[in-house]
Protein backbone atom coordinates (compact mmCIF):
# COMPACT_ATOMS: atom_id res chain seq x y z
CA UNK A 1 0.00 0.00 0.00
CA UNK A 2 2.74 2.51 1.04
CA UNK A 3 4.42 2.03 -2.46
CA UNK A 4 1.50 2.21 -4.17
CA UNK A 5 0.49 6.15 -2.12
CA UNK A 6 4.28 6.82 -2.75
CA UNK A 7 4.24 6.14 -7.20
CA UNK A 8 0.88 8.39 -7.11
CA UNK A 9 2.78 10.88 -5.06
CA UNK A 10 5.66 10.87 -7.22
CA UNK A 11 3.66 10.63 -10.31
CA UNK A 12 1.48 13.83 -9.11
CA UNK A 13 4.59 15.63 -8.25
CA UNK A 14 6.06 14.83 -12.22
CA UNK A 15 3.30 16.45 -13.42
CA UNK A 16 3.18 19.36 -11.04
CA UNK A 17 7.18 19.87 -12.28
CA UNK A 18 6.22 19.51 -15.92
CA UNK A 19 3.25 21.84 -15.66
CA UNK A 20 5.53 24.81 -14.18
CA UNK A 21 8.92 24.21 -16.19
CA UNK A 22 7.48 22.90 -19.25
CA UNK A 23 9.16 23.99 -22.35
CA UNK A 24 7.47 27.15 -23.55
CA UNK A 25 5.83 26.43 -27.12
CA UNK A 26 7.27 26.30 -30.32
CA UNK A 27 4.77 29.32 -31.15
CA UNK A 28 7.92 31.39 -29.36
CA UNK A 29 9.87 30.60 -32.45
CA UNK A 30 7.16 31.83 -35.40
CA UNK A 31 8.05 31.30 -38.79
CA UNK A 32 8.85 34.43 -40.63
CA UNK A 33 7.07 34.17 -43.60
CA UNK A 34 9.25 34.40 -46.73
CA UNK A 35 8.48 36.06 -50.08
CA UNK A 36 9.93 38.88 -52.08
CA UNK A 37 7.37 41.44 -50.86
CA UNK A 38 7.45 40.51 -46.70
CA UNK A 39 10.86 39.24 -46.41
CA UNK A 40 12.85 42.15 -48.08
CA UNK A 41 12.56 45.35 -46.27
CA UNK A 42 12.45 44.50 -43.03
CA UNK A 43 15.40 41.96 -42.61
CA UNK A 44 17.48 43.94 -45.41
CA UNK A 45 20.13 45.44 -43.69
CA UNK A 46 23.05 45.02 -41.06
CA UNK A 47 23.12 42.30 -38.33
CA UNK A 48 25.20 41.01 -35.92
CA UNK A 49 26.06 37.40 -34.58
CA UNK A 50 25.90 37.13 -30.81
CA UNK A 51 25.01 33.43 -30.01
CA UNK A 52 24.48 30.17 -31.32
CA UNK A 53 23.13 27.13 -29.58
CA UNK A 54 23.07 23.33 -31.29
CA UNK A 55 22.80 19.86 -29.63
CA UNK A 56 26.75 19.76 -29.65
CA UNK A 57 29.49 21.51 -29.60
CA UNK A 58 30.74 20.20 -33.07
CA UNK A 59 27.88 22.07 -34.64
CA UNK A 60 29.12 25.25 -33.48
CA UNK A 61 33.11 24.92 -34.47
CA UNK A 62 32.58 27.45 -37.32
CA UNK A 63 32.54 30.09 -35.06
CA UNK A 64 34.93 28.83 -31.87
CA UNK A 65 37.78 31.69 -33.42
CA UNK A 66 35.17 33.89 -33.97
CA UNK A 67 35.18 37.38 -32.01
CA UNK A 68 32.58 39.42 -34.07
CA UNK A 69 31.04 39.07 -36.77
CA UNK A 70 28.87 41.17 -38.57
CA UNK A 71 26.33 40.88 -41.73
CA UNK A 72 24.77 42.35 -44.47
CA UNK A 73 21.94 40.85 -46.09
CA UNK A 74 20.88 42.65 -49.76
CA UNK A 75 18.51 41.99 -52.38
CA UNK A 76 19.87 40.74 -55.36
CA UNK A 77 19.22 41.98 -58.95
CA UNK A 78 18.11 38.50 -59.60
CA UNK A 79 14.31 37.77 -58.39
CA UNK A 80 14.51 35.37 -55.07
CA UNK A 81 18.00 35.74 -54.46
CA UNK A 82 19.40 37.87 -51.57
CA UNK A 83 23.31 38.67 -50.81
CA UNK A 84 24.96 38.29 -47.72
CA UNK A 85 27.86 39.83 -47.18
CA UNK A 86 29.94 39.05 -43.70
CA UNK A 87 33.40 40.43 -42.52
CA UNK A 88 34.47 38.20 -39.91
CA UNK A 89 36.88 39.64 -37.23
CA UNK A 90 38.98 36.12 -35.75
CA UNK A 91 39.93 35.91 -32.04
CA UNK A 92 43.46 36.80 -33.19
CA UNK A 93 42.30 40.06 -34.81
CA UNK A 94 42.28 39.37 -38.42
CA UNK A 95 39.12 40.19 -40.93
CA UNK A 96 37.61 37.80 -43.08
CA UNK A 97 35.77 38.56 -45.72
CA UNK A 98 32.61 36.30 -46.88
CA UNK A 99 29.52 36.36 -49.42
CA UNK A 100 27.31 33.61 -49.79
CA UNK A 101 23.66 34.17 -51.96
CA UNK A 102 20.23 32.91 -50.32
CA UNK A 103 17.47 31.61 -52.51
CA UNK A 104 13.99 32.08 -51.20
CA UNK A 105 12.36 28.93 -51.77
CA UNK A 106 8.62 29.13 -53.40
CA UNK A 107 6.08 28.23 -51.42
CA UNK A 108 8.27 27.45 -48.87
CA UNK A 109 9.67 29.64 -45.42
CA UNK A 110 12.78 28.44 -46.16
CA UNK A 111 16.02 29.94 -47.66
CA UNK A 112 18.84 27.86 -49.96
CA UNK A 113 22.60 28.17 -50.15
CA UNK A 114 23.34 28.52 -53.06
CA UNK A 115 26.46 25.60 -53.78
CA UNK A 116 25.29 24.02 -50.29
CA UNK A 117 21.98 22.25 -51.59
CA UNK A 118 21.87 20.30 -48.09
CA UNK A 119 21.59 23.43 -46.60
CA UNK A 120 18.90 24.61 -45.38
CA UNK A 121 17.80 27.94 -43.44
CA UNK A 122 14.97 28.89 -41.50
CA UNK A 123 14.05 32.34 -40.03
CA UNK A 124 12.10 32.76 -36.87
CA UNK A 125 10.79 36.13 -35.06
CA UNK A 126 12.71 36.49 -31.68
CA UNK A 127 11.26 38.14 -28.27
CA UNK A 128 14.44 40.59 -28.83
CA UNK A 129 13.70 43.69 -30.06
CA UNK A 130 16.08 43.75 -33.05
CA UNK A 131 16.31 40.07 -33.02
CA UNK A 132 15.79 37.50 -35.11
CA UNK A 133 16.99 33.61 -35.30
CA UNK A 134 17.62 31.23 -37.76
CA UNK A 135 17.71 27.59 -37.56
CA UNK A 136 20.06 26.33 -40.04
CA UNK A 137 20.12 22.49 -40.97
CA UNK A 138 22.90 20.70 -42.93
CA UNK A 139 24.51 17.42 -43.32
CA UNK A 140 25.28 16.41 -40.02
CA UNK A 141 24.06 19.48 -37.65
CA UNK A 142 21.95 21.80 -36.71
CA UNK A 143 21.74 24.85 -35.04
CA UNK A 144 19.83 28.10 -34.01
CA UNK A 145 21.33 31.64 -34.25
CA UNK A 146 20.73 34.71 -32.59
CA UNK A 147 21.19 37.81 -34.39
CA UNK A 148 20.57 41.68 -33.84
CA UNK A 149 20.62 44.80 -34.91
CA UNK A 150 22.80 46.16 -32.08
CA UNK A 151 26.37 44.19 -31.38
CA UNK A 152 25.43 44.80 -27.62
CA UNK A 153 21.67 43.57 -27.54
CA UNK A 154 20.59 43.57 -23.14
CA UNK A 155 21.67 40.24 -21.58
CA UNK A 156 18.13 39.45 -21.12
CA UNK A 157 17.85 38.85 -25.05
CA UNK A 158 20.91 36.59 -24.46
CA UNK A 159 19.33 34.33 -21.73
CA UNK A 160 16.25 34.36 -23.03
CA UNK A 161 17.94 32.76 -26.76
CA UNK A 162 19.90 30.35 -24.65
CA UNK A 163 17.04 29.77 -21.77
CA UNK A 164 14.44 28.53 -25.17
CA UNK A 165 17.16 26.66 -27.32
CA UNK A 166 17.98 24.49 -23.99
CA UNK A 167 14.43 23.89 -23.89
CA UNK A 168 14.35 22.18 -27.44
CA UNK A 169 17.41 20.34 -26.09
CA UNK A 170 20.42 22.40 -27.57
CA UNK A 171 22.80 21.52 -25.49
CA UNK A 172 25.70 23.66 -26.68
CA UNK A 173 26.24 27.32 -26.36
CA UNK A 174 28.38 29.75 -28.02
CA UNK A 175 28.23 33.76 -27.22
CA UNK A 176 30.76 35.62 -29.41
CA UNK A 177 32.94 37.98 -27.36
CA UNK A 178 32.76 41.38 -29.21
CA UNK A 179 36.00 42.85 -27.77
CA UNK A 180 37.43 43.48 -31.09
CA UNK A 181 36.25 46.43 -33.15
CA UNK A 182 33.68 44.59 -35.88
CA UNK A 183 35.71 44.46 -39.49
CA UNK A 184 34.05 47.33 -42.17
CA UNK A 185 31.91 45.84 -44.70
CA UNK A 186 33.09 48.16 -46.98
CA UNK A 187 35.96 46.67 -47.57
CA UNK A 188 34.88 43.37 -48.68
Known amino acids: MFHQIWAALLYLYGILLTSIYQCPEHSQLTT ?50 LQLHAAIRTKNGLCVPRRWTYHLTEGSTDLRTEGRPDMKTELFSSSCPDGIVLKETGQGYQRFLFYN ?35 GLSSI
Open 149 to 183: RLPHPPEKCVEEFQSLTSCLDFKAFLVTPRNQEAC
Open 32 to 81: LRVNEKEFTEPHLGQWYFIAGAAPTKEELATFASVDNIVFNMAADSVPRQ
